[in-house]
């Protein structure tokens, strides 16, 4: 099927089609002078303008196909014996009619031009000579050639314009990776395949630290960081900050880069660097760049397998994102041009109603109605904002979760403090979604349920550690409620990234909500260091190591 828009484009390339013949035919006729060509070209002008007059009016198209090419046939049959050029008006049709129909209507068009003009051609001069015969055959082959060039474009419109053909691509490319999924031996867990590359390094080099960094738009971002915590002398101690510049120095050469005591190591997978391993090692074991060298050579080709492995898990990921974030914007728009536009006119319909009532007991059951009908406008309008919200590649996790916490408390009216204390290295971009989906419902139920009078957020971002703590002063965890998903939307959340969510009383008061990313390490994460002033409301504390904010909404 052919939408409006797709078969008007068609429809005006039929017109062009037919004038461009014209203008063809009109030539030979010029030229001749004879008046036998000059009524055949008016004929042919005439029956391709009702053709495309029975088009616009949507007549069968079956109908005008066969009796388009018929015509034609017969004008060319009458007319043969004046001059060869009028068969070229035979080309047409074919591609007319398969604009309509595909290569139905190309077949259905040829036909009816043969038909009828070896009909006409044996009827009116007894049969066509030897040039008449070869030129008949040679513009009915030209005509079929143009049948199936537009038979390819009729297909192609048809194709374009279907609104689910996006949709019905992605049914057959989810279904072809999910039979090639179950095959998958590693699975599709970008961290499971990055600390199996962290190991296999480990287990190759008596190193102190080893991390595995892969592309986020412009830098490299920590997979996974293993650095033993205690005991580093200052050689590795002072290495191992260099680590992330060796690493991108390594991304931009494609080649392994050496420091006095550390190195880089880029992995390869279809010239696509998709994964840099940069690890130190201690002065005291004796190592020299030109003793790892060698080994890396040979680490480098053992690991290209899980490289490739990394690389898939990756582009797995990336798919994952993309769908989530599209259904949430497609989510965001249907409440907000559905369900809040129909909850609000309710509201102007209650306001009717209130200012016609008869008691003072119905004006003030209108009012209650008419509060709670303007709360849950606010409700799903802070919902939109909340499901817009996402972090960006601009804006980090911190600050992400600071906007949230904004919109959150101007719709409450409860203070939200949050202090922030991140490196500049960013978290993978699913890790940051799923840990500000976590932040956000933690927020939204402590405002929703527990009746605070400030809820505290701290975001603490070390990448690939990370420790998110939602500390609210209300009345703590009450009795789980039957219709309530949050709690459990939250575990799975965490789940999927790995980390592990802590839910939980705080006294003397309160609900206190953890949930820690771990560095896949004995590396602990850092606490947050709180200025001994906050400073204004939305400002932002920059040091030489973090970035570090205190938002109170």
């Not at 505290?456 to 500390?471: F, G, K, M, Q, S």
């Amino acid at each position: 099927m052919i939408t409006l828009a797709g078969g008007t484009h068609l429809a005006r390339l039929a017109v062009s089609a037919r004038i461009f013949g014209l203008v063809v035919l009109s030539g030979p006729v010029l030229w001749s002078g004879g008046s036998t060509m000059g009524l055949a070209l008016v004929a042919v002008a005439m029956i391709w303008v009702l053709a495309t007059g029975a088009e616009r009016l949507g007549l069968d198209s079956t109908v005008t196909i066969v009796l388009e090419g018929a015509l034609i046939g017969t004008v060319c049959a009458l007319s043969v014996d004046a001059s060869l050029a009028v068969l070229g008006a035979l080309a047409v049709p074919p591609f007319t009619a398969a604009l309509r129909r595909g290569l139905l209507g190309a077949a259905l068009s040829v036909s009816a031009e043969l038909v009828a003009l070896v009909g006409f051609a044996v009827a009116a001069h007894g049969s066509l000579d030897t040039e008449q015969g070869a030129g008949t055959f040679t513009w009915i082959v030209t005509g079929a050639g143009l049948g199936l060039i537009g038979t390819f474009l009729h297909s192609t419109a048809a194709h374009e314009s279907d609104p689910l053909t996006p949709y019905r691509d992605a049914q057959q490319l989810i279904r072809e990776l999910t039979d090639i999924s179950r095959g998958l031996s590693s699975g599709l867990d970008p961290f499971t395949l990055g600390a199996a590359i962290a190991a296999a390094v480990r287990d190759e080099l008596p190193l102190t630290a080893v991390s595995v960094l892969v592309p986020r738009d412009d830098e490299l971002t920590p997979l996974v960081a293993d650095a033993e915590g205690q005991g580093l002398d200052a050689g590795t101690a002072a290495a191992t900050p260099a680590l992330d510049d060796l690493a991108t120095l390594a991304f931009g050469s494609r080649r392994s880069e050496f420091a006095e005591n550390a190195f880089a190591l880029p992995l390869v997978s279809d010239t696509r660097v998709v994964a840099v391993v940069a690890g130190a090692w201690s002065h005291r074991v004796g190592l020299e760049s030109l003793q790892v060298a060698r080994h890396l050579d040979s680490l480098a080709d053992r690991l290209r397998a899980t490289a490739v492995q990394l690389d898939t898990a990756l582009l797995f990921a990336t798919l994952r994102d993309t769908a989530t974030a599209s259904e949430r914007r497609r989510l965001a728009r249907e409440m907000h041009d559905g369900i809040a536009q129909d909850i609000a006119s309710l509201g102007y319909l209650v306001d009717g109603l209130a200012a016609r009532a008869t008691t003072p007991e119905q004006a003030a059951q209108l009012q209650v109605l008419r509060e709670r009908i303007t709360t849950v406008v606010a409700d799903v309008r802070q919902s939109v904002k909340s499901l817009r919200t996402e972090v960006g590649a601009n804006a980090s996790l911190g600050a992400a979760i600071a906007g949230l916490a904004r919109h959150l408390s101007d719709a409450s009216g409860i203070p939200i403090q949050v202090t922030v204390d991140e490196r500049t290295a960013r978290l993978r971009p699913e890790v940051e979604s799923e840990l500000l989906r976590i932040a956000q419902e933690a927020m939204t139920n402590a405002v929703k349920h527990a009746r605070p009078s400030v809820i505290e957020v701290r975001c603490l971002v070390d990448a690939p550690a990370a420790r998110i703590e939602v500390h609210d002063d209300g009345t703590g965890l009450g009795p789980p409620r039957p219709d309530s998903q949050g709690l459990e939307v939250m575990r799975e959340r965490a789940h999927l990234v790995d980390a592990v969510l802590t839910v939980e009383n705080a006294p003397p008061h309160g609900t206190r909500v953890v949930v820690d990313l771990p560095a896949r390490a004995p590396a602990p994460v850092r606490e947050p260091r709180v200025p001994a002033a906050a400073p204004a409301t939305g400002s932002i504390a920059t040091t030489t190591e973090t970035e570090e904010a205190r938002v109170t909404a």
